[in-house]
């Protein structure tokens, strides 16, 4: 089964708006709900095999500011696995980047909110997990088709807790 070409409408210079908003209303929703709302991914192929979504809490790597971004996640394990897709634009998402610069942060999973430091998988661990991110979302596979860049699987490891990242609440 051949893919289909990005939607160009995909490409609107209203989406990333759009998606500024919707992200925002949704940490404000998870958050006040402790993840009762806003906890499961509901679109796409999410529709019919809704899929986890947690917090991560990440640093401006030039600004220093803190932000919220929600995402879909699987589990391997104690650790938990993220997609850096971005509907597979072009570009990696800021929140990549800034989790490179850095790793040491927090996540929330419904009301449990845990220190973690998030490294790239390697190759090897690539090739274990991607196929693992695909049975848990399909859309992930079209997305990589939609990009030349290697979508990056980032692995989420317990910490032990240190100060908080400056993240608004």
């Not at 679109?43 to 971004?69: D, M, N, W």
């Not at 999973?109 to 390697?122: C, F, L, Q, S, W």
């Amino acid at each position: 089964m051949t893919t289909p070409p990005r939607p160009a409408a995909l490409d609107s210079p209203l989406l990333p708006k759009i998606f500024k908003y919707a992200g925002r209303a949704q940490v404000w929703i998870y958050r006040r709900t402790g993840g009762r709302l806003g906890s499961r991914w509901r679109i796409g192929a999410g529709f019919r095999k809704p899929v986890p979504t947690l917090l991560l809490e990440h640093r401006g790597r030039r600004s220093g500011a803190g932000y919220v971004t929600p995402l879909l996640y699987r589990a391997d394990g104690d650790d938990i696995v993220v997609v850096a897709s971005q509907g597979g634009l072009p570009k990696h998402p800021q929140w990549y980047h800034n989790l490179r610069a850095h790793p040491d942060t927090h996540i929330q999973i419904g009301r449990e909110r845990r220190p973690v430091y998030a490294t790239v998988a390697d190759p090897t661990q690539r090739a274990r997990l991607w196929p693992l991110l695909v049975e848990t979302y399909a859309d992930f596979a079209t997305y990589q088709s939609w990009t030349d860049r290697e979508i990056p699987v980032v692995v989420l490891r317990r910490r032990n807790p240190q100060p908080d990242c400056p993240v608004s609440r």
